[in-house]
């Protein structure tokens, strides 16, 4: 897809003032349509008054390509940009593939896709993406007409004092109504890093968004714990392992991919793996949840830089990795659980659910007290001004009651994730963590997916 390879001065300052942010973008040509992009630039210096392909792109799209498309990319654009520029969707018209790409990078996360159009000229700009996204959502299907200037339209008010301005004036035309909103020169936005590797992965677009899914919500919130803010893949040749920790929890997907495609001859015997930002795997679990096609997702990688990409048909999502050593989370799963309780999933959340309405910030440990020789499991938690109690029947293999306290927030949300009928809970005893796991039937019968979340105990002094 055609990216944007100049730098400015307004870069520079962007660099500036983000320094750190900027120290792995790459200066050399992205992964684009080199051809594409070459015939898009070439156009723009048709005009001695304009710099670039601002002045020039005339194009003719739906109202419902372009508002899916841009809410698709919009994702990507911060909630407070430390430069306009990064609130922008670059949106380049190409005339030899008739297709209009739209790219947002917000110097972490870029998300690019593309659409057929009938693209007159072929050119580029940079719009506000929420305000186009905003004003295209409203309209009413058909067609829509695009096209660059570079001064606003002040025909109709003869007291605007506005004076003409080099940044490029999209206009939007539909059958009802004609708006123009002003943006900035497309040589401002910053470069999309190229992510080369000599292995590509394939894996089923299902399956990585199961696997998302099931680890995601462990992540840490607090953004002073850095690489705990994000989920560690750990790749070998068939299988992909996500693992999420927050330093109170961790919950550990396992999922078969489809396979390494070596570009080069090289091997590598040594898992690949690394951590990517929570914030951008919810983004790509968002748009392959809403994809139709089964075709699978492409993964590249190039650690040199410290970015990632995920691709499949006309889109991709590259990421830049977080740095730090991720913590050794598997020596916690090799302990000897030797106890082990199975209980039905839906009825536990639901006495879970129940329960929930006594807690909050100041108290939200819930009890849970195991009897063997009822076979019954009970649930309950203490308030002054009130308590709750639940019971139900579960299958206990060990002989001797005991007790044990948990977070009852990381609780539910940690059986909520566990895609089977039952759960198996797997214990040592009242001091040490546990773990969840599926059991009996699975949500996804067709998916090779194996998780375990396991869970510190809230230990009473």
Partial sequence: MPTKTRRSATQSRIKKNKSSDLQTVPSHTPKILTEEKSQVVNTSKTSPSSSTSDATLQLLCTQNDLATHLELVSHAVPAKPTHPILGNVLLVACSKTQRVYLSVFNLSLAIQTSFE????????????AELLSEIVRKFSSGDLQLSNSISLNTENNPLSTTKPEQNPILTLVSASGRYQVRGLSSDEFPSIPEVNSYQNLA???????????????????????????????????????????????????????QGFKKNKETENTEP???????????????????????ESVQLSYNLTT????????????????????????????????????????LPFVKALERLS?????????INIDFSPENQQVSLSLLREFGNGREEMTAIINFSHSFSISFNIKYLLEGIKAIASSEISIHLIDSDHPAILKPFGNREQPHLL????YLLMPVVKS
Wanted: proline share 3%; aromatic share 6%; with cysteine.
């Fill in 117 to 128: 159009a009938k693209v007159n000229t072929p050119g580029e700009t940079t719009i506000p």
């Fill in 203 to 257: 894996m089923a677009a299902e399956a990585l968004k199961s696997g998302i899914k099931g680890a995601l919500f462990a992540t840490a919130t607090d953004e002073t714990k850095q690489i705990l803010t994000g989920v560690h893949l750990k790749m070998n040749s068939n299988t992909l392992e996500l693992a999420a920790t927050d330093g109170h929890r961790l919950a550990v997907v396992e999922t078969s991919i």
């Fill in 272 to 294: 690949l793996q690394f951590t990517l930002p929570a914030k951008s795997l919810l983004e790509l679990e968002r748009i392959l949840a809403s994809r139709t096609s089964a």
């Fill in 306 to 345: 410290g970015y990632v990409e995920f691709s499949w048909g006309v889109q991709r999502l590259i990421t830049r990795c977080l740095e730090g050593e991720y913590p050794a989370y598997q020596d916690l799963l090799n302990h000897d659980f030797q106890h082990q309780v199975y209980l039905e999933k």
């Fill in 357 to 365: 309405v006594l807690a909050d910030k100041k108290e939200k440990i």
């Fill in 449 to 452: 997916i194996d998780s375990q």
